[in-house]
């Protein structure tokens, strides 16, 4: 008798969604939380640190993507893990995807609270916030296809709006200004701004989420990794040197809108162009914010699947083809966030979770190269293995750092890996036998159109 076919995600994206999500899911760390950075390491010193937080991510994705492209699956390092090291080192990494994304999500609602209560004063920033995530959970039930149209149409914008920024502050910029107390907490400022420069580029590597769900994704995957990260390369360096050059960078380093205020000390707070910037804005935190919850349940999703999370949140939408549980319960994690947390604490644990994924992430590119030598790699990183060997040098910098100057926050993150380690164990799941295909590299049915 043949055993129907289950419920599978659908096969829809092409190269351009995939930029559209990889910059989308990022670009909202150009719009807000980086200025964090000039507070610990003034503007020098955190140009220092984003340079060398640019060279830590141009290493980890090229060789990110080598795992992306072997091992095509929604768990993303969660997946590379378990196949390398076994349920423990799949139990971290997921833990950390899981930290990383599901509170990107809520400090991103902080942000876009605090730009619609600048606008309008009247609007309070935390009922706001709440409303984005209701609505923007309904949205990625809807489809992925879908919220990655919408995704590309809302990237599209936010990335002219970026270019416009540039365009109408760069005139105004001062060499005098930028260079004015650059590094007043002298080198050691640049280990504290460590968190903040990931900012510019934290989520990226979310595009692994929705590798289930790409079309040839042995060709489109590193196109719409690597087009992404130029993208916002280049836009994370032009808005935090122009922006830092146009007034005293102390009165921007401690909001959660710099733009919008960068653009009402050129223009004037009451010129109706600033006001028309502030609204686009919006563009910038709605695409990563959307992109965010795309990636965030996921994750959730794939460890379900397995049984790493309880098993309803596996459940996938006859109708959209989407894990609406999966979303709903990455809602409730933000709806939490947003009532026990400020802005910069989130964002400092959802650095913490990325950094500590990104390391068992090399750590697996490693194992696999020796453990798998004839596992099938469409894309293998360059100059292996320098490459994973200086993001994985660089992740543990930033790690170390973290821990240093967020002792609070950092004991929060490692005593919930600890409580998630012991639960792990006292319910046997450790000696729980997988059976995803990809997982176990064997081959999937999959949903295509």
């Known amino acids: 008798m043949v055993k129907p076919v289950a419920e599978t995600l659908k096969r829809t994206l092409k190269p351009i969604h995939l930029w559209a999500i990889a910059v989308g899911l990022?670009?909202?760390g150009e719009y807000f939380g980086w200025n964090y950075g000039w507070g610990v390491a003034g503007t020098v010193g955190f140009l220092i640190a984003t340079l060398i937080i640019t060279v830590m991510y141009v290493t980890f994705i090229f060789s990110y993507t080598e795992l992306t492209t072997s091992i095509p699956h929604a768990g993303g390092a969660f997946a590379y893990a378990y196949r390398a090291m076994g349920p423990f080192g799949a139990l971290i990494a997921g833990y950390a995807t899981l930290i990383d994304f599901l509170l990107a999500?809520?400090?991103?609602?902080?942000?876009?609270?605090?730009?619609?209560?600048?606008l309008y004063p009247v609007i309070p920033v935390l009922e706001s916030a709440l409303f984005f995530n209701v609505v923007f959970i309904l949205i990625n039930i809807l489809g992925v296809k879908e919220s990655a149209t919408f995704s590309l149409f809302i990237t599209i914008l936010a990335v002219a709006e970026l270019l416009l920024f540039m365009g109408i502050v760069g005139p105004h910029f001062k060499i005098d200004n930028f260079t004015a107390n650059p590094m007043p907490f002298g080198w050691t400022g640049i280990f504290a701004a460590l968190p903040y420069a990931i900012w510019f580029y934290l989520a990226i590597e979310g595009v692994a989420m929705v590798a289930e769900e790409v079309k040839n994704p042995a060709k489109n995957i590193p196109k719409g990794y690597l087009s992404g990260?130029?993208?916002l390369a280049f836009l994370a360096l032009g808005v935090m040197v122009l922006t830092g050059g146009i007034t005293d960078w102390r009165k921007l380093s401690n909001l959660d809108y710099p733009l919008p205020e960068a653009i009402s000390i050129v223009l004037g707070k009451h010129n109706s162009f600033t006001k028309l910037f502030a609204s686009i804005g919006l563009f910038g935190l709605v695409a990563s914010f959307h992109g965010t919850i795309l990636a965030s349940s996921r994750q959730v999703f794939a460890m379900a699947r397995v049984g790493y999370l309880p098993k309803a949140l596996a459940k996938i939408?006859?109708?959209f083809k989407t894990p609406h549980w999966s979303v709903v319960a990455g809602g409730l994690v933000s709806f939490v966030a947003l009532y026990t947390g400020t802005t910069s604490q989130v964002i400092v644990l959802s650095v913490l979770g990325a950094v500590l994924m990104y390391m068992m992430s090399m750590v697996s590119l490693f194992i696999l190269r020796r453990k798998e030598s004839n596992l099938n790699r469409p894309f293998t990183a360059p100059f292996y293995p320098v490459f994973p060997a200086i993001a994985l040098l660089l992740s543990v910098v930033c790690l170390i750092a973290i821990i240093w100057y967020n002792?609070?926050?950092?004991?929060?993150f490692f005593l919930g890996l600890i409580i998630a380690l012991v639960l792990f164990v006292l319910t046997g799941r450790h000696r729980?036998?997988?059976?995803?295909?990809?997982?176990?590299?064997?081959?999937?049915?999959?949903v295509t159109e």
């Open 105 to 118: 999500t809520p400090a991103i609602a902080f942000a876009l609270g605090s730009y619609l209560h600048f």
């Open 229 to 231: 990260l130029a993208t």
């Open 432 to 446: 729980m036998r997988v059976t995803d295909d990809v997982l176990l590299n064997k081959p999937i049915a999959f």
């Open 317 to 319: 939408n006859h109708r």
């Open 26 to 28: 990022v670009i909202s």
């Open 407 to 412: 002792v609070l926050v950092s004991g929060i």
